[in-house]
Nanobody, 124 residues
Framework: QVQLVESGGGLVQAGGSLRLSCAAS????????MGWFRQAPGKERKFVAA????????YYADFVKGRFTISRDNAKNTVYLQMDSLKPEDAAAYFC?????????????????WGQGTQVTVSS
């Protein structure tokens, strides 16, 4: 198993930026694909972005393309989500997750470990 701890959430004005981090420990991080998902109150958890084990492939949900960037630093066992041009509808709890298949996947069932989440609030 891998333990995941997210950080970097907070309150930001619309149009602003935040960078989320997810620190991993336990299983060999460099073999896992990593993903970010988000969940607003009363709504389903949705895929946001994913990155393959070596960072060579990234994949984004349409609603964040061009605004969010996922990256990873395997030497630091950390995956990042840079969020720019934030909109009020981006407000949610953001979760990182680990995919032992190593791929950049939007499929929730491919992820076997999840963090506790970090809250992002965007004021209009």
């Amino acid at each position: 198993q891998v333990q995941l701890v997210e950080s970097g959430g907070g309150l930001v004005q619309a149009g602003g930026s935040l960078r989320l981090s997810c620190a991993a420990s336990g299983r060999t991080f460099s073999r896992d694909g990593m993903g970010w998902f988000r969940q607003a109150p009363g709504k389903e958890r949705k895929f946001v972005a994913a990155i393959s084990w070596n960072g060579g492939i990234t994949y984004y949900a349409d609603f964040v393309k061009g605004r969010f960037t996922i990256s990873r630093d395997n030497a630091k066992n950390t995956v990042y989500l840079q969020m720019d041009s934030l909109k009020p509808e981006d407000a949610a709890a953001y979760f990182c997750a680990a995919n032992p298949l190593g791929s950049a996947s939007a499929v929730r069932s491919n992820y076997d470990c999840w963090g506790q989440g970090t809250q992002v609030t965007v004021s209009s």
